[in-house]
């Protein structure tokens, strides 16, 4: 398999939902499990570490500054989890549509680098503080496919424009996007937790 990567199934086999979970900066495969147990106790975990690193700190994409990516690493990279997730779907048995993507920062961009290039690869996901990772030659059909966007108003890293014009992009495509702001920096806090459940348990109803 092509990720360090934690897999912890769930409590009923077939399980009814998997947590891709994806760092930020720094992090690893172990830092979002907390976040993906809270968020539904009942789902599978795969937790990811990302293949790249910036002066020893894990990432999942190369960049050239903060908030500058080197797109050509972008696009290898974001192919590199596409095809990890029907790899590890078949390994750990379970349908790749099951699958929601929980990404914080750099993890959230990598998510939404494959949502943007690989349509399909990721039917539903919770971006945390996400920007614009490239700009595709041409928008993807992303329909049927949901997305949480959950932004700060005061994040001193990414701009509030640059998350409206991917919720823009993602919508131009398709995808059904829930924007959401908080008074917050790049820190997440508890009310976007709290909302990022009651969407995940809203999908699970329809
Ligand atoms: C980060 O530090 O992870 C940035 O905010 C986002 C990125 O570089 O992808």
New binding site residues.
Partial sequence: MDFIHHFIPAHETPPRRVLLLLH???GNENDMIPLGRDLDPAAALLSLRGNVLENGMP???R?LA??V?DEEDVVRRAHELADFIPAAAAKYEFDPAILSAVGY??????SAAVLLLYPGAIKSAILL?A?V?LTPATLPDLAGIRVLICSGTRDP??PVENAERLTAMLRESGADVTLRFEEAG?QLVFDEIAAAKNWLRESSRE
Wanted: no cysteine; hydrophobic share 35%; proline share 5%.
């Fill in positions: 930020g900066t720094g990432r999942f994409f960049r903060e908030g990516f920062s750099n993890g959230a961009n990598i503080r920007m990772p890293i990414i790049h």
